[in-house]
């Protein structure tokens, strides 16, 4: 309910309430090295449960993939 998909804001990327905060610059972050704590400094607008649920939608985007063998 947190992540939002408008083809007018970030090119349609997956953003946190509609802000320009994409799901992917609070991922890169945390692969970063980053921890929530610094991602929710970083971006004072972002609560908890932005950045709780933004990590929810990636373990759901990737684990709807599918790898097809030859």
């Given at each position: 309910?947190?992540?939002?998909?408008?083809?007018?804001?970030?090119?349609?990327?997956?953003?946190?309430?509609?802000?320009?905060?994409?799901?992917?610059?609070?991922?890169?972050?945390?692969?970063?090295?980053?921890?929530?704590?610094?991602?929710?400094?970083?971006?004072?607008?972002?609560?908890?449960?932005?950045?709780?649920?933004?990590?929810?939608?990636?373990?759901?985007?990737?684990?709807d993939q599918m790898v097809l063998t030859a």
């Amino acid at each position: 309910d947190r992540i939002t998909i408008n083809p007018n804001i970030c090119l349609g990327q997956p953003t946190i309430r509609g802000m320009r905060i994409t799901v992917s610059v609070i991922l890169k972050m945390l692969a970063g090295g980053k921890s929530i704590q610094d991602v929710l400094d970083a971006y004072p607008e972002l609560e908890l449960e932005d950045v709780q649920q933004a990590i929810k939608y990636a373990a759901w985007v990737v684990s709807d993939q599918m790898v097809l063998t030859a």
